[in-house]
Nanobody, 124 residues
Framework: QVQLVESGGGLVQAGGSLRISCAAS????????MGWFRQAPGKEREFIAR???????YYANSVKGRFTISRDNAKNTVYLQMNSLKFEDTAVYYC??????????????????WGQGTQVTVSS
């Protein structure tokens, strides 16, 4: 049974930093691409960042230069380091997994497994 469990969310002031984690089990982690998505109230879930099996990364323009995705295959864990946080970054953050492909995949429908989400709230 595949499980993705996010942790590390919380309340942070604008301009601050936060690191969230996602621990995976039940899948061959090193051969999966991992993504981070977020969903704010009243909005659709949106892509944030992706890291593939070779640690190649891709970011949404809204977070490029502020957020960093990384993975530790020995711990079956993917991280999202968030710096210079803005009020508009407030959302529930989800990690997701899909079998790795050469083609870049960033749509919600492209990801097979999802975590339960962790709330990140940025106060202005």
């Amino acid at each position: 049974q595949v499980q993705l469990v996010e942790s590390g969310g919380g309340l942070v002031q604008a301009g601050g930093s936060l690191r969230i984690s996602c621990a995976a089990s039940g899948l061959p982690f090193s051969s999966y691409a991992m993504g981070w998505f977020r969903q704010a109230p009243g909005k659709e879930r949106e892509f944030i960042a992706r890291i593939n099996w070779s640690s190649d990364t891709y970011y949404a323009n809204s977070v490029k230069g502020r957020f960093t995705i990384s993975r530790d295959n020995a711990k079956n864990t993917v991280y999202l380091q968030m710096n210079s946080l803005k009020f508009e970054d407030t959302a529930v953050y989800y990690c997701a997994a899909r079998p790795a492909t050469i083609t870049l995949r960033i749509a919600v429908r492209d990801y097979q497994y999802w975590g339960q989400g962790t709330q990140v709230t940025v106060s202005s």
